[in-house]
Structures are given as C-alpha cells and as structure tokens.
C-alpha cells in the first residue's frame, strides 16, 4: 500500500509564529491529498485539501503545497494562535481510483501564548 | 452538518469478550470505515465498506471483524477481546462519489481491554 512519512512527530512554536508540516508519499498516482485537524477529545475534520493538478491552496491563515515531482506536500499555518494547538495528519487517496485515505503518523502542533 | 456518531466514548471489556462497536452516520454516504489510533502510530485502517453488505479489509484486519446490514450502520466486532486491542476506535463516513473523498469522523471510542 501507501507509505506516508509525516515530519515533524511534534512542533512548538511561539504564537502568531508559522508553523509548517511536510508529508512524503511514495505512489506517484496518488492524486488527492487531504490535511485533518484533530482537536482534544474528537476525531479529526478536514481543514484543506488539494488535488494534483494545484500546486498550492490558500485558505485564510492555511495553506497546501504540493509538489508532485518530488512527492511531498506541506501544510503551512501562519500567524498561529493557541486554537491551532491540535494533532494535525497528512493523507493520500492510496491508488487510482481508490476511496482508502493512507494517513501520516500525525503532528502534535503546540502553539505558546 | 454530517453527523457520525459512536455508541460508547469510553468502553472497559474484559480478554475474552466480544465486543461491538457501532457507528452510525446520517448523510446517506455509501462508504464508512473503522480505524483505530495509537500514539506514534497515527490512523490505521482495520476494515471499510463501500455498500450495503460489502467490506474490504484494511492494514490491520486481523481479531477484528465488521458487519454493514443497513447503510447508515457499520459495526465492529472484536471476536475475543484481547489487551493488545486496547486503542481509540474511530468511524468514518464519505460519499462515495469518486469526486469528494472527504472523510467525516466519529468522537471516537476509547476501549480498554483488561
């Protein structure tokens, strides 16, 4: 199946810092790739996404990238604030056609008043 | 809003018993799934469905089974609990439609298997 590497395992930063995590994959027709957020006590809710044919989205103060030829996608948070302070996962849809998400080991995002 | 809802948060069962989870979601999706979560693992799928009835197994099917009799239900049964099987449990529904691939998820089920 799919292999997901997310880097880093945690991250601290200083509030209104960025914060910025980067997910490799390894099956080069993977064309979907989701970032959940999961909050103390819930289970994880999609954030942002994009598709292959994108190399960046924007949404308020997050953003995707991706890079298809080096097969690796980042989400970046700018001006965090403590609500950022979550586990954040990576995802790919795991092969053409498939409905199955592969995640990442996730990202322990601490956010410092 | 899509609701996915787990029957218990918090589950205590004893080695040897057998054990149902259950989820139920409200936005007629086709397909749901069942994942557990281990710190430094991250989410790990045991088994999926995409009908009525169907089911695939995932990464870690093993002492794990499901059962998918109406749609808007998926089950997991652990057959004979065991201590390794003590983990956070999550539900997950998408509408199958090969566009939207966005998963929603349960609050989780926290069992503990003594």
């Known amino acids: 199946g799919e292999n997901v590497e997310q880097h880093p395992s945690t991250l601290s930063v200083q509030e209104g810092d960025s914060a910025v995590i980067k997910c490799t994959y390894s099956?080069?027709?993977?064309?979907?790739f989701p970032w959940y957020k999961q909050e103390l006590g819930k289970g994880p809710q999609l954030i942002i996404d994009i598709r292959s044919n994108v190399g960046e989205k924007k949404d308020q103060r997050i953003a995707v990238t991706l890079n298809k030829t080096a097969k690796h996608f980042s989400l970046h948070i700018t001006e965090t604030q403590p609500e950022d302070s979550a586990v954040y996962f990576c995802?790919?849809?795991w092969g053409a056609g498939s409905y199955q998400l592969t995640f990442g080991k996730g990202t322990k995002l601490s956010v410092i008043p | 809003d899509v609701k996915v809802t787990q029957s218990s948060r918090y589950l205590v069962k004893r080695t040897g018993e057998k054990v149902f989870l259950e989820c139920v979601q409200d936005?007629?999706?086709?397909?749901m799934f069942w994942y557990r979560q281990d710190p430094g693992l991250g989410l790990r799928l045991i088994y999926f469905?995409?009908?009525?009835?169907?089911?695939e197994k995932g990464d870690i099917p093993e002492g794990y089974s499901v059962s998918r009799e109406k749609k808007e239900r998926f089950s997991l049964i652990l057959e004979s609990a065991s201590t390794n099987q003590t983990s956070m449990y999550l539900c997950?529904?998408?509408?199958?439609?090969?566009?939207?691939?966005?998963?929603?998820f349960g609050p989780g089920t926290r069992l503990t298997v003594t």
């Open positions: 997950a529904s998408s509408l199958g439609d090969r566009i939207s691939y966005e998963q929603y």
């Open positions: 099956d080069s027709a993977s064309n979907y």
């Open positions: 995802a790919v849809v």
């Open positions: 936005m007629d999706h086709e397909n």
């Open positions: 469905s995409y009908d009525v009835k169907m089911k």
